[in-house]
């Protein structure tokens, strides 16, 4: 059969015709409804707005400080702002990606996280005033105030529970450091609200409680929060 004989045979014969799909798969396809797209600015606001209102809630059930009136003004205002700066941080780089991407700034979490997890211990090591109604343990009795630590573990519970639902999904690559940052970001305002409420003023309670906050916060985050926000891309 010459070649012009074989196109002719393709030619003539009849196009091909797919199977009919199943009554289910059609059932399937009709029941689609639109997904929504995630709003990271959006979900920054309520972020910061719900954390707030909880650990302002918690601040009000705890009561603030007995010395407060005792420190120094400009560092009660200074280390306050450092503790928010932090939060407001490692939030916006957990949950706002970069214009036209569509994932979390990995990258910038990891440096957030390392700097907060390392600034806030060197922070309370180096500078703890005090007053006439402080309290000193010291460190031969720095587990003595371990009870700080559970105060600001659970300060980060809503934070780091709220960052997991609005990233469910939204990070492929990476989520263990973005779950990092979250914790960090968690670990900073229980760092923020103990700075109000603790009267403890010595540089090894500060430090390595309070600023060790935000490293247990961060390292829990992120053992347990990558299961749900890269679940969707799990094998």
């Not at 990606?97 to 600034?119: D, F, H, K, L, N």
Request: a positive charge.
């Amino acid at each position: 059969m010459s070649a012009e004989q074989s196109l002719e045979a393709l030619a003539a014969m009849p196009d091909p015709v797919a199977p009919p799909i199943s009554a289910l798969l059609e059932a399937e396809l009709g029941s689609l409804a639109p997904v929504a797209a995630r709003r990271p600015l959006r979900q920054l606001g309520m972020f910061v707005v719900a954390s707030l209102v909880y650990a302002g809630l918690l601040l009000g059930f705890l009561s603030l400080r007995a010395d407060l009136g005792e420190l120094p003004r400009m560092w009660l205002m200074g280390a306050g702002s450092a503790w928010f700066l932090g939060f407001g941080l490692a939030t916006y780089f957990a949950l706002v990606p970069r214009a036209g991407a569509m994932t979390p700034r990995w990258r910038a979490a990891i440096v957030t996280t390392a700097i907060t997890s390392i600034a806030f211990v060197v922070l309370g090591l180096g500078v703890h005033p005090d007053g006439a109604h402080s309290l000193h343990y010291g460190m031969p009795h720095l587990l003595r105030g371990h009870g700080c630590l559970w105060i600001g573990l659970a300060t980060s519970l809503v934070p780091v529970v709220l960052g997991a639902i609005f990233l469910r999904g939204a990070v492929p690559v990476f989520s263990r450091w973005v779950a990092a940052a979250i914790g960090a970001a968690g670990g900073c305002l229980g760092g923020l609200l103990l700075h109000m409420h603790c009267r403890i003023a010595d540089g090894p309670h500060i430090g390595f409680i309070h600023g060790g906050v935000v490293i247990v916060a961060a390292g829990l985050s992120a053992l347990l929060v990558p299961r749900a926000i890269d679940r969707p891309y799990r094998g």
